[in-house]
């Protein structure tokens, strides 16, 4: 029975809803999921024989070569080797970028001379320079962290000075109104309001960072979890190839949950 | 302490803005600058307090700021350029840290200007969680931490709705009946010039010349949002500026 409206009109119906859908929901249970279930088949795959073990092994086995890993005491030794490179190139790298990023936006004669060179050796890629720095730097750490700082080092540079560039001019005109001095400005001002592209650019170089490790070891290293990929890949040890790849799966996502802590650390002001 | 703005000319590359502008804000006195947009009112703001050299004629200050000034030309945004990452408290002491003050007393100013300007109880709160009329407080309460000799202020209500206004604006006149600071208000609003102008500078359109300088003899304490002679006033000054403005519309639409 259709109700009466004001007008006495027996024609009603709600106005449709139009404004549904192209907004995020989030569903944390469901990343899990697809993992969980990605390895699920993949293993009963393997078990079954449709998936053949030379072309890739079950998880299981994958798993056993960690585990083989933890045994022999050599999984402490590969990725000692490995995080110690990281963590000094990558800091290295990124500290040297800051500055001279800073240093870039903050005086015209810097920019001016400096930006093209950094727009220019920014897109060569690291690794092909790891010859030059086995000259430099020898063939032990020295090179392999050299060249993970540079890989660090253009894109740090970069994500700077543009952050610095796109701080607001309205709140640095403030700071001089109110004679705060320059390293005022600088240091309250221009650095708080480029962090938010300054961690931006840090997913970028410790992605830039895991790579040029992985192929540092693998030109020229002992150990390493480059090293441990190369030698299982050269013995056709696909399970240990595995095992391998996904430690530097692991030490990403770690890293990226470090920098997401970061980010709410220091940009929680952006709500 | 008095500033005087002497024979201003200024001009961005080809364009004119500004022409020969001369006027005076005396001791606690207000000085409202009114024109069509683009006529140049915000760069004499920043002329007239040293963020901009001017092209011709010269800023004086005469007479010595009031005691123990630490900046005596403060201005007060229109996007109040609050830092974002700092707190209420942060944000005020921002402007303090520069000067060589024992730690106490700095937290007593900041104290003290949050008191006055009744904003005690956002001490800890950042910007973002606060109304656009909080935050042009917050913009006020570190202006008077540096006790200014005369306040800047570049269409300082301009951002903010109607009520939100309404109210910012009687905090103000309350204020200055507190305090009676100078100020060179800068504002498009007709209304806001007439309740809080003791004098009223006209601008025309670009280039900005003075058509005229309007003194409004009302003391603010009596000057309300229905008084008939103020309202008089304001038809008078919209019939000034509505040529000004039409015309000033029409070029920009030009040089589009």
Same mark, same amino acid.
């Given at each position: 029975?259709?109700?009466?409206?004001?007008?006495?009109?027996?024609?009603?119906?709600?106005?449709?809803?139009?404004?549904?859908?192209?907004?995020?929901?989030?569903?944390?249970?469901?990343?899990?999921?697809?993992?969980?279930?990605?390895?699920?088949?993949?293993?009963?795959?393997?078990?079954?024989?449709?998936?053949?073990?030379?072309?890739?092994?079950?998880?299981?086995?994958?798993?056993?070569?960690?585990?083989?890993?933890?045994?022999?005491?050599?999984?402490?030794?590969?990725?000692?080797?490995?995080?110690?490179?990281?963590?000094?190139?990558?800091?290295?790298?990124?500290?040297?970028?800051?500055?001279?990023?800073?240093?870039?936006?903050?005086?015209?004669?810097?920019?001016?001379?400096?930006?093209?060179?950094?727009?220019?050796?920014? #897109?060569?890629?690291?690794? @092909?320079? !790891?010859?030059? %720095?086995?000259?430099?730097?020898? &063939?032990?750490?020295?090179?392999? $962290? *050299?060249?993970?700082?540079?890989?660090?080092?253009?894109?740090?540079?970069?994500?700077?000075?543009?952050?610095?560039?796109?701080?607001?001019?309205?709140?640095?005109?403030?700071?001089?109104?109110?004679?705060?001095?320059?390293?005022?400005?600088?240091?309250?001002?221009?650095? #708080?309001?480029?962090?938010? @592209?300054? !961690?931006?650019? %840090?997913?970028?170089?410790?992605? &830039?960072?895991?790579?040029?490790? $992985? *192929?540092?070891?693998?030109?020229?290293?002992?150990?390493?979890?480059?090293?441990?990929?190369?030698?299982?890949?050269?013995?056709?040890?696909?399970?240990?190839?595995?095992?391998?790849?996904?430690?530097?799966?692991?030490?990403?996502?770690?890293?990226?949950?470090?920098?997401?802590?970061?980010?709410?650390?220091?940009?929680?002001?952006?709500? | 302490?008095?500033?005087?703005?002497?024979?201003?000319?200024?001009?961005?590359?080809?364009?004119?803005?500004?022409?020969?502008?001369?006027?005076?804000?005396?001791?606690?006195?207000?000085?409202?600058?009114?024109?069509?947009?683009?006529?140049?009112?915000?760069?004499?703001?920043?002329?007239?307090?040293?963020?901009?050299?001017?092209?011709?004629?010269?800023?004086?200050?005469?007479?010595?700021?009031?005691?123990?000034?630490?900046?005596?030309?403060?201005?007060?945004?229109?996007?109040?350029?609050?830092?974002?990452?700092?707190?209420?408290?942060?944000?005020?002491?921002?402007?303090?840290?520069?000067?060589?003050?024992?730690?106490?007393?700095?937290?007593?100013?900041?104290?003290?200007?949050?008191?006055?300007?009744?904003?005690?109880?956002?001490?800890?709160?950042?910007?973002?969680?606060?109304?656009?009329?909080?935050?042009?407080?917050?913009?006020?309460?570190?202006?008077?931490?540096?006790?200014?000799?005369?306040?800047?202020?570049?269409?300082?209500?301009?951002?903010?709705?109607?009520?939100?206004?309404?109210?910012?604006?009687?905090?103000?006149?309350?204020?200055?009946?507190?305090?009676?600071?100078?100020?060179?208000?800068?504002?498009?609003?007709?209304?806001?010039?007439?309740?809080?102008?003791?004098?009223?500078?006209?601008?025309?359109?670009?280039?900005?010349?003075?058509?005229?300088?309007?003194?409004?003899?009302?003391?603010?304490?009596?000057?309300?949002?229905?008084?008939?002679?103020?309202?008089?006033?304001?038809?008078?000054?919209?019939?000034?500026?509505?040529?000004?403005?039409?015309?000033?519309?029409?070029?920009?639409?030009?040089?589009?």
């Amino acid at each position: 029975m259709p109700s009466k409206g004001p007008l006495g009109d027996d024609d009603l119906r709600p106005v449709p809803f139009r404004g549904g859908g192209f907004h995020h929901v989030p569903l944390a249970y469901l990343s899990p999921l697809v993992f969980v279930g990605l390895i699920a088949i993949w293993e009963l795959g393997s078990r079954t024989g449709w998936i053949s073990s030379i072309a890739l092994p079950a998880p299981s086995a994958a798993f056993a070569a960690f585990l083989d890993l933890i045994e022999t005491g050599m999984l402490w030794q590969h990725l000692r080797a490995s995080l110690l490179r990281l963590v000094v190139g990558w800091t290295l790298g990124t500290a040297l970028g800051i500055g001279v990023g800073l240093a870039i936006a903050l005086f015209s004669v810097l920019r001016a001379g400096l930006a093209p060179v950094v727009a220019a050796l920014f #897109p060569v890629p690291k690794i @092909a320079l !790891l010859p030059l %720095f086995i000259v430099w730097f020898g &063939i032990g750490e020295g090179s392999k $962290v *050299a060249t993970i700082l540079f890989g660090a080092f253009f894109p740090t540079v970069i994500a700077t000075y543009s952050g610095v560039d796109n701080v607001d001019r309205g709140l640095i005109r403030m700071g001089q109104s109110f004679g705060l001095s320059w390293a005022s400005i600088v240091r309250k001002i221009i650095v #708080p309001g480029a962090m938010p @592209a300054i !961690l931006a650019g %840090f997913r970028i170089s410790v992605s &830039i960072s895991i790579v040029l490790l $992985v *192929a540092a070891e693998m030109i020229g290293a002992r150990f390493g979890i480059g090293a441990y990929i190369l030698t299982a890949g050269a013995l056709f040890a696909v399970e240990q190839l595995i095992a391998g790849v996904a430690m530097l799966s692991v030490i990403g996502l770690a890293i990226s949950w470090l920098i997401g802590r970061a980010e709410k650390r220091f940009l929680d002001w952006r709500g | 302490m008095e500033l005087i703005v002497q024979g201003v000319s200024h001009r961005y590359g080809p364009t004119e803005v500004l022409d020969d502008i001369s006027f005076t804000v005396g001791d606690g006195e207000i000085v409202a600058i009114i024109g069509p947009s683009g006529c140049g009112k915000s760069t004499l703001l920043r002329l007239v307090g040293g963020l901009e050299r001017p092209g011709e004629g010269a800023v004086l200050m005469r007479g010595a700021p009031p005691d123990r000034s630490l900046n005596p030309l403060t201005y007060v945004f229109q996007d109040f350029a609050l830092l974002p990452w700092r707190t209420v408290e942060g944000n005020v002491s921002l402007v303090l840290e520069d000067h060589a003050l024992p730690a106490a007393e700095r937290r007593a100013v900041i104290d003290d200007v949050l008191e006055r300007t009744r904003l005690a109880e956002f001490k800890k709160a950042l910007p973002r969680q606060l109304s656009g009329g909080m935050k042009q407080r917050v913009a006020i309460a570190r202006a008077l931490a540096v006790r200014p000799a005369v306040m800047l202020m570049d269409e300082p209500l301009s951002a903010l709705d109607s009520q939100t206004r309404e109210l910012l604006l009687d905090d103000l006149l309350e204020l200055w009946l507190r305090e009676r600071f100078s100020a060179c208000y800068v504002t498009h609003n007709l209304a806001e010039a007439v309740r809080l102008g003791h004098r009223i500078v006209v601008l025309s359109r670009r280039p900005g010349r003075i058509r005229e300088l309007v003194r409004i003899d009302i003391p603010l304490g009596e000057r309300g949002p229905t008084t008939p002679e103020l309202a008089q006033l304001q038809q008078e000054l919209w019939q000034l500026l509505r040529d000004e403005a039409l015309a000033a519309d029409r070029e920009l639409a030009d040089a589009v």
